[in-house]
């Protein structure tokens, strides 16, 4: 049988089921053979290589058999359409995530002393925050490689001033098929809080990168905020999908509350708020002797050691703090209020004062329960305790 006339160009073709051969070239304009109108429509459509897309010329050939037109539709519907398929483009991806538990412990002594792996570690002015994290390289949403470290913060606030530093660390990484990427910093203060990094933005994970955070906060007379310091990571590699994680830090808290009638009593600072300082007096001071032995009975008298085992909490209220005061001394004989005073524990302004059936008073030097108060307003504004804090009482 002759071929299909393509001009200067040979025909393309194939065999069909049965032995047909099929043959086209474009982009003439003519059907030379009885191919059903539905099959020709969809050859029309485009189901044939690019290069032969629009109107088709074909000529069937079939040795003995006739080729039905459902078997060339099984052709040009399978054949052709392979020819033209692509595989689909391979995905590549970054999938991060740093420790999913960090607990919080609170130390005595310097923060990053005793800073532990997935641990906040805090005292009234300093943090030391230890997370683990990973990266992994994802083909395809499976990961083929990953990359392992810790990001070490250590932050120190001032209770007199409304700017402070931290320093962090993101530590030296465990590759494995995970090289080239990339990681950037972003840190934010929270309302009223600004902060400035410093970081090689960019860096590749492998060795160790330090950087640093300067905060500066902004807080209104007789006001205070809170927050915690928000960190984000930012991990790159070329061709693939950006990955990253966030995570806070402790919240902390800046006021500016020590105000007298006129002007202030103590410089704005800051303190992180969930750590519960600690108020000490001595029974060898003979300055406050007498307050020393009577907090120490009282502690170990009431039930559930108000002060010792559990915190006081401030109360600033004058109203209630003279409510507190009256429950607990409007009865006791004061045979010399020239001479002595009664003392009560827990103290009248704290949360836990006023109520006789779990507290204790005593009559004793004025001038020792005078100091002792003293002392005790001195420690509210050295550790910025304020209205609602916890805090301890230790008697030495």
């Known amino acids: 049988m002759a071929r299909a006339r393509c001009g200067a160009a040979m025909p393309t073709e194939r065999t069909a089921m049965g032995g047909a051969v099929v043959r086209w070239c474009g982009p003439d304009v003519r059907r030379t053979t009885a191919v059903p109108d539905a099959l020709y429509a969809v050859v029309r459509r485009g189901a044939v290589p690019p290069s032969t897309r ?20 099984a052709l040009l519907l399978t054949g052709m359409s392979a020819a033209t398929a692509q595989a689909a483009p391979e995905k590549y991806s970054i999938a991060a995530a740093q420790a999913p538990a960090v607990k919080t412990v609170y130390a005595n002594t310097a923060a990053a002393a005793s800073c532990k792996f997935n641990t906040i570690t805090i005292t009234r002015t300093s943090m030391c925050m230890d997370v683990g994290a990973r990266i992994d390289l994802l083909k395809n949403g499976k ?12 932050m120190t606030l001032k209770t007199n001033k409304l700017k402070w530093a931290e320093s962090f660390t993101v530590g030296k990484a465990k590759l494995v098929n995970a090289g080239g990427i990339s990681v950037n910093v972003s840190v934010g203060g929270g309302k009223g809080v600004k902060t400035a990094v ?3 933005q960019g860096s590749t994970l492998g060795s160790a990168h330090k950087g640093t ?9 007789k006001k205070q905020l809170a927050s915690p310091a928000s960190y984000r990571f930012t991990f790159t590699k070329p061709g693939y999908t950006i990955g990253g994680f966030t995570y806070n830090s402790a919240k902390y808290r800046c006021d500016d509350t020590f105000w007298g009638t006129k002007k202030r009593t ?9 750590y519960s300082p600690v108020f000490t007096l001595s029974r060898s001071d003979a300055k406050v002797k007498q307050s020393a032995n009577h907090i120490l009975d009282a502690q170990r008298k009431i ?11 401030r109360i600033t209220n004058e109203k209630t703090i003279n409510a507190h005061r009256k429950a607990m001394c409007a009865k006791v004989h004061n045979p010399d209020p020239k001479k002595y005073d009664c003392d009560e524990y827990p103290f009248a302004a704290s949360k836990e004062g006023g109520n006789p059936a779990r507290g204790s008073t005593r009559i004793i030097f ?4 005078r100091s002792a ?7 509210y504004k050295t550790q910025r305790v304020l209205n609602g804090d916890g805090y301890y009482v230790r008697i030495k």
């Open 266 to 274: 103590k410089n704005p600072g800051c303190v992180f708020p969930s």
């Open 54 to 73: 629009g109107h088709i010329r074909m000529r069937i050939s079939a040795p003995r058999k006739a080729v039905s037109g459902a078997a060339l539709g």
């Open 143 to 154: 990961p083929f490689g990953s990359a392992t470290f810790e990001i070490k913060h250590a």
């Open 373 to 379: 108060g003293a002392r005790l307003g001195g420690f």
């Open 303 to 313: 039930a559930g050691h108000p002060g010792a085992s559990a915190p006081l909490h």
């Open 366 to 369: 004025l001038g020792d329960n």
């Open 213 to 221: 955070v300067g905060y500066a906060a902004s807080v209104g007379k």
């Open 198 to 200: 410093k970081f090689p």
